[in-house]
């Protein structure tokens, strides 16, 4: 369980930028891929330094970042401007600031709840949690549809899918001809 910082009412600070940079990895175009190399999933703050909502996040991504640094947990938070690094920000399609994607290997999930670290939080332990159940089950089993992991990952890459409908979230992976498929409730916001 990740420990979340005590509420408070954040304001925009020379203090808190400090402890921006120095809680949360700032990315470029040169190193992003060998960020994402390293095989953790990262939750990437794509903004632009003019943006006003992108201030207002700044505290609370930066609380983010020193939660889950303390926890111990394997996640890179992270933030890339994506006005001064034009390929990725064309990569993801990024239109508005800030967009709050978690890349996990080839997996994309795009983060649209509350800006607040509880919610962040919660849909990191969320979407982490439910990937690592179905890593789990593929790896117990050695096989995916009567295919061992290697021979279902080269016919299909693996898909991971996640739909939220109501208020069920469903995540499934598709190899081959074989589906997994795990749904949680989800919050409401």
Not at 36 to 47: D, R, S
Not at 55 to 66: C, E, N, T, V, W
Not at 112 to 124: E, I
Request: hydrophobic share 30%; net charge positive.
């Amino acid at each position: 369980m990740i420990r979340r910082p005590p509420r408070s009412t954040h304001c925009i600070s020379s203090a808190a930028s400090d402890v921006y940079k120095r809680q949360v990895f700032i990315l470029t175009d040169a190193n992003f891929d060998k960020t994402l190399a390293l095989g953790k999933p990262v939750f990437v703050n794509f903004y632009a330094p003019w943006c006003g909502h992108c201030k207002r996040l700044a505290p609370a991504y930066a609380d983010l970042g020193k939660s889950v640094k303390e926890s111990g947990k394997e996640i890179i938070i992270a933030k890339i401007d994506a006005t001064a690094n034009t390929e990725t920000k064309e990569r993801y399609k990024i239109r508005g600031y800030p967009t709050l994607i978690l890349l996990d290997g080839s997996d994309k999930s795009e983060y649209s709840g509350n800006r607040s670290v509880d919610d962040m939080l919660s849909f990191l332990e969320k979407n982490i949690k439910v990937r690592e159940k179905l890593k789990t089950k593929i790896d117990r089993d050695g096989k995916v549809g009567g295919k061992t992991e290697d021979e279902a990952n080269s016919q299909t890459n693996g898909t991971i899918t996640q739909k939220t409908v109501g208020a069920e979230t469903s995540f499934s992976i598709n190899y081959g001809l074989s589906l997994i498929h795990i749904s949680e409730p989800t919050r409401p916001y």
